[in-house]
């Protein structure tokens, strides 16, 4: 079910629709970080994920972030590097927020 959700939101296989949630988050990335979307942010790991179908075998899962999977490393990577805590608007939140059929975490 993630899968389709982030394929609902906007990020296919064939890029980012226009229009739709995908191009906001890229949008609003894009102006956060000085006009580019970073490697490893929301944008690029959605669409990655997106476009592979790859989101719940990530560990994003409808019940949430599954133990021992990429999703968890990810998750305790950032929450490391913000001091104990996963930033709303992070990466993690927004691809868990987004592959549960959320609107993301966006700031």
Known sequence: MSDQNVRNAGFTSSGIRGGSLA??????EARSSG???PSGGPTSTLQ???AK???HSSGF???GISG???A???MSKEATSYGGGVPRGGTTSTVQSISMGGKGGRR
């Open 23 to 28: 191009s906001s988050v890229m949008s609003h």
């Open 68 to 70: 021992g999977s990429k």
């Open 61 to 63: 899962t409808s019940s």
């Open 72 to 74: 968890s490393s990810m």
């Open 53 to 55: 179908g790859t989101t």
């Open 48 to 50: 990655g994920m997106g």
């Open 35 to 37: 006009g580019g979307v």
